[in-house]
C-alpha cells in the first residue's frame, strides 16, 4: 500500500504540472522531496520483493507436504 499511494503521489505531481513543488529550487525539492519519497518507493518495492518471495516459499513448502501426505 506504501507503494502505491507514493506513486500515486509522485502522479499526482507530475499531472497538476508539479503545482505543489515546482516553486522549490532544485536542490531543495531534491533533499526535500526527491530523496525521501525515492527512499519510500525502492524500500517498500524492495519488501514487497523481499516478503513476496518469502511467501511464495511458504506456498511452495505447504503444497508440498499435502502432496506427500
Given at each position: 500500500m506504501t507503494l502505491s499511494k507514493t506513486v500515486l503521489y509522485w502522479m499526482n505531481e507530475y499531472y497538476?504540472?508539479?503545482?505543489?513543488?515546482g516553486h522549490n529550487a532544485m536542490m531543495q525539492l531534491l533533499y526535500l522531496w526527491i530523496i525521501p519519497n525515492g527512499a519510500w518507493l525502492v524500500g517498500s518495492a524492495y519488501m514487497i520483493y523481499s516478503l513476496g518471495g518469502d511467501i511464495i516459499q511458504g506456498l511452495e513448502t505447504a503444497s508440498a507436504h499435502v502432496k506427500d501426505e
Open positions: 497538476s504540472g508539479f503545482d505543489n513543488i
